[in-house]
C-alpha cells in the first residue's frame, strides 16, 4: 500500500490549548506522525512517497477564498496587532446575532473559528496545505489505478467546514481528495466514511446539499460529545443532498462487537449508493482510554477491532484513500493505523 507523507506538519506545533475551561498541552502533536510512520516501516507498509504539489485551486473547490486569505495572513497579523505570538486562538467568537464578518486581527478569528481547539502558529498555513496535497497525492493515485493509498495528514480535516477551522482542523483533507475525485474521472460518485470518534461536522456541511457525496459517520452521540451542535440522526442532507448524509452516533462505551454491528450498517448504505471511489476519514480516538475522549465518554475498542475494521471496508471492493484524521493515545496509534491498514489489504 501507498503511503503519502511528509515532513511539512513539523511546522504546526502549537504549545496549547483551550480544553473544558483550561489551558493545557495540546494532544495533536507532530509525534503522532512519528509514532505512526514508525509503526508502518516495522509492518513494512510502503513505499513511502512525498506528495507533489497541487497549487491552490483544488482547495479553492471546498475552501472560501476569504476562509484561505484568512489562514494564510493571520498569524502575522494577530502579532503585529498585539496578540499572544504562542498561537492564534480567539477570545470572542461570531454567535447567534453577533456574525458580523470582520477583518481586524483580533476579531477575525472569532469569525473563522468555531472553538478554541485549533490554535494557529506561524507554520500552520503551510502544514495545513501540505497535508491538503498530501490527500490530493493520494487521490491521484487512486485514479492512476491504485486499490488502496494511506493519506498520513496532520493537521487532520474533518472538523474544518468551508469557511471555519476548529477541533484541529484547518483545511479538511477528506472533502478536498474527494471532490478532486469527482472532478476527474468523469461522472464518478465518492462515498465518505467518517470512523473517528468525533462528528465530522466540517465534512458535513461542505457535502450537506450534494447528492454526488455520501457522508457516513459513525461517532459518540452530540448529546454528550464534540462537537455537541451536529452530528445527530435526523441531519440527512438538504435539497439535492437529502437522503445522501447519514448519521449513526452511538453511547459512550460503544465495545467491538456493537461497533462492527453499527459498520456493516454503514457499509451497506455505502454499497446501495454504489460510489466509484471511498474516502475514509480514518480517526483512533476510538481506542479505548483516548485522552482527548474525556472521562467516561468515550469509546472502549479494543486493538484487535481495527484489522476487522478494514477487513469489513475491504468487503465493497472500492478503490480506497484513507485519510489520517484523529487519534490521540500515542502508546497504540501507530499499531491501530497498521492495523486497519493490514486488514484492508488482506
Known amino acids: 500500500m501507498i503511503v503519502v507523507a511528509s515532513d511539512t506538519h513539523l511546522q504546526h506545533n502549537p504549545p496549547h490549548e483551550f480544553l473544558d475551561g483550561a489551558l493545557v498541552p495540546i494532544f495533536e502533536t507532530p509525534a503522532r506522525v512519528a509514532i505512526i510512520r514508525a509503526a508502518l516501516e516495522r509492518a513494512a507498509i ?23 486569505t484568512y489562514l494564510e495572513t493571520i498569524y502575522d497579523r494577530w502579532v503585529v496587532a498585539g496578540g499572544a505570538p504562542e498561537a492564534v486562538i480567539p477570545g470572542t467568537l461570531a454567535v447567534r446575532w453577533m456574525t458580523r464578518p470582520h477583518t481586524h486581527p483580533l476579531a477575525a478569528p472569532g469569525y473563522y473559528t468555531f472553538d478554541t481547539c485549533a490554535p494557529i502558529v506561524a507554520g500552520t498555513y503551510a502544514a495545513a496545505r501540505a ?3 498530501i490527500a490530493l497525492t493520494g487521490a491521484d493515485r487512486l485514479l492512476a489505478g491504485e486499490r488502496y493509498v494511506y493519506a498520513l495528514c496532520r493537521p487532520p480535516g ?6 471555519l477551522c476548529g477541533g484541529y482542523c484547518f483545511l479538511n483533507n477528506a472533502a478536498i481528495a474527494a471532490e478532486y475525485l ?16 468525533h462528528h465530522g461536522n466540517g465534512t458535513q456541511q461542505i ?21 455537541f451542535f451536529m452530528g445527530y440522526a435526523n441531519e440527512c442532507g438538504a435539497g439535492p443532498g437529502e437522503g445522501y448524509n447519514l448519521n449513526l452516533p452511538l453511547a459512550a462505551g460503544v ?35 483516548d485522552p482527548v475522549a474525556g472521562h467516561g465518554s468515550g469509546f472502549a475498542l479494543s486493538a484487535a477491532v481495527y484489522p476487522q475494521i ?31 491498514l493490514q486488514g484492508l489489504e488482506e
Do not use: K, M, W
Not at 46 to 67: K, N, Q, T, W
Open 131 to 133: 497535508a491538503a496535497d
Open 207 to 227: 457535502f450537506y446539499e450534494r447528492n454526488d457525496v455520501l457522508f457516513v459517520s459513525i461517532h459518540a452521540s452530540p448529546d454528550y460529545q464534540y462537537p
Open 46 to 68: 510502503g513505499p513511502v512517497v512525498a506528495p507533489r504539489s497541487f497549487g491552490i485551486e483544488p482547495v479553492r473547490a471546498v475552501h472560501d477564498d476569504g476562509y484561505l
Open 310 to 340: 478494514g477487513r469489513h471496508i475491504a468487503a465493497l471492493n472500492l478503490p480506497t484513500l484513507v485519510v489520517q484524521e484523529g487519534g490521540y493515545a500515542i502508546e497504540s496509534l501507530g499499531d491501530n493505523v497498521v492495523g486497519l
Open 182 to 197: 469527482i472532478r476527474n474521472a468523469a461522472g464518478a460518485t465518492c462515498a465518505i466514511l467518517d470512523i473517528d470518534l
Open 158 to 163: 474533518h472538523h474544518a467546514g468551508r469557511d
Open 255 to 289: 465495545g467491538d462487537r456493537e461497533y462492527l454491528l453499527v459498520l456493516d450498517q454503514a457499509l451497506r448504505a455505502i454499497a446501495d449508493f454504489a460510489p466509484r471511489f471511498l474516502v475514509i476519514s480514518a480517526g483512533f480516538d476510538t481506542f479505548a482510554g
